[in-house]
T-cell receptor, first 113, second 112 residues
Framework: AQSVTQPDIHITVSEGASLELRCNYS??????LFWYVQSPGQGLQLLLK??????LVQGIKGFEAEFKRSQSSFNLRKPSVHWSDAAEYFC???????????FGPGTSLSVIP | NAGVTQTPKFQVLKTGQSMTLQCAQD?????MYWYRQDPGMGLRLIYY???????DKGEVPNGYNVSRLNKREFSLRLESAAPSQTSVYFC???????????FGSGTRLTVV
């Protein structure tokens, strides 16, 4: 069965530092991969997505993610974190564009001024 | 602004009461979804509707019913609320799953 793991429940970084949030999935073929961000009291917003092609994808708000088939990973990165990036981040996986999407448990990001 | 609108934003119910959560989107999307969000568990799919006139169960459908009233609206009904249904409920829509979802701002439901 499909599954998504986000090994880090909570991460704290200093403003201006780099960030990497980990995501691993379980699925045999290349899935559809997504990262969403949820600010406190808000719904989720799509940051970026990957289906095929270049394994490094760019998203909104300066985020990027890299698909690594050999590691079944889709890690989210940002070179310099801003205080406004403090939020919950969710990785999500779908088998095909018409299959249901499974969400990981989320990683909570805190940013120290 | 275009998007997904959920009502109400907050609700407190007594055990056994019923209620309907409303969701409407104005982006002409075909697919709509209901998720519940609980701490440490991410989002779990309750029901979805791939197109107007169709609905299907997700991971956690027990205790819920849905109606795809038209292309714009997708409601979630709790017939007899239980404390285990205390959660934050999100509605989402998409043109197709591959393009990602647009989420509403959620309904925080407490069942006492």
């Amino acid at each position: 069965a499909q599954s998504v793991t986000q090994p880090d429940i909570h991460i704290t970084v200093s403003e201006g530092a780099s960030l990497e949030l980990r995501c691993n999935y379980s699925y045999g073929a290349t899935p559809y991969l997504f990262w969403y961000v949820q600010s406190p009291g808000q719904g989720l917003q799509l940051l970026l997505k990957y289906f095929s092609g270049d394994t490094l994808v760019q998203g909104i708000k300066g985020f990027e993610a890299e698909f690594k088939r050999s590691q079944s990973s889709f890690n989210l990165r940002k070179p310099s974190v801003h205080w406004s990036d403090a939020a919950e981040y969710f990785c999500a996986v779908g088998k095909t564009s018409y299959d249901k999407v499974i969400f990981g448990p989320g990683t909570s990001l805190s940013v120290i001024p | 602004n275009a998007g997904v609108t959920q009502t109400p934003k907050f609700q407190v119910l007594k055990t056994g009461q019923s209620m309907t959560l409303q969701c409407a989107q104005d982006m002409n999307h075909n697919s709509m979804y209901w998720y519940r969000q609980d701490p440490g568990m991410g989002l779990r799919l309750i029901y979805y509707s791939a197109s107007e006139g169709t609905t299907d169960k997700g991971e956690v459908p027990n205790g819920y019913n849905v109606s795809r009233l038209n292309k714009r609206e997708f409601s979630l009904r709790l017939e007899s609320a239980a404390p285990s249904q205390t959660s934050v409920y999100f509605c989402a829509s998409s043109e197709d799953r591959g393009r990602g979802y647009t989420f509403g701002s959620g309904t925080r439901l407490t069942v006492v």
